[in-house]
């Protein structure tokens, strides 16, 4: 806001006009200790694994590759997937080794390109706990429930059953703003016994507070330790594809 101001005393002749401009933000985005370990831009991370989801419907293929245009660091991944019957396809690489932070930050800057057709982009966080489970922080924008999502095992680590818990922040790709970047930040935390509390979500700066707990905890027989991080794209109707781009893909622990 511009403030503007005159001096008046009785007697005197009034000062002339002063002028200011002034900008005051409030924080945008999580507060992240100085001591977390970031691992930047993983977009850049060599072997990513491409395959079809097989808990959607339908079929699916993908592609991924580095370009330079549209790009924020210099170098964005592309993704670009093709499906029939709704079918999704996951992005997913390793990323590190940690089997004792119990808290996550996933960030991200995200584009959809223009004509792309999809149903839910996930964003998950995978880690193997120093008991040999695997917990897995799975958050999505769900075009079916027009809300954020996140996952749950509703059964038991050695018999998982997922289910997809509704929150009661709205989302929707369809309605992303395509061919402009879009900032997601994901804030998730755990306890020993694989229980996760999904605290908020970041889009564009503002925050979706989702403060849910749940079980996430999966015997599924990983590598101790190991960090893995997806980006998965599920189609909607018959057929179609969808490009989408990735940078500035970060994630913090502690």
Known sequence: MTLQAIATAP?????????ASYVISAPKGPAVPSYAILQKE???????????????SGSSTGSMSLVSDPSLSGQAAKFHTSFTNAGGE??????????????????????????????NLEMDNNQVMRNGDTVIYAFQCSGYT?????????????QPKVKWVKSTS?????????????????????????NVTYHSVWFDGVESPIN???NCDFSLGWA????????QVDGIGTSGSSTLYLDHFNLYRW
């Open 146 to 158: 027009n809300t954020w999502e996140f996952s749950s095992n509703v059964g038991t680590p050695d």
């Open 224 to 231: 101790l330790g190991a960090l893995v991080a997806n980006f």
């Open 212 to 214: 849910q707990t749940v």
């Open 11 to 19: 007697g005197y002749t009034n000062s002339g006009l002063a002028q």
């Open 170 to 194: 709205p989302c929707n790709p369809s309605k992303w703003t395509r061919d402009v970047w879009h900032h997601i930040q994901i804030r998730t935390s755990r306890d020993d016994s694989g």
């Open 90 to 119: 996951l992005y997913s690489v390793t990323y590190g080794n940690d089997t004792d932070s119990k808290n996550f930050l996933y960030d991200a800057h995200v584009w959809i390109a223009a004509g792309s057709s999809l149903s």
């Open 42 to 56: 993983i977009q850049l991370l060599p072997n990513w694994r491409i395959k079809h989801d097989p808990a959607t």
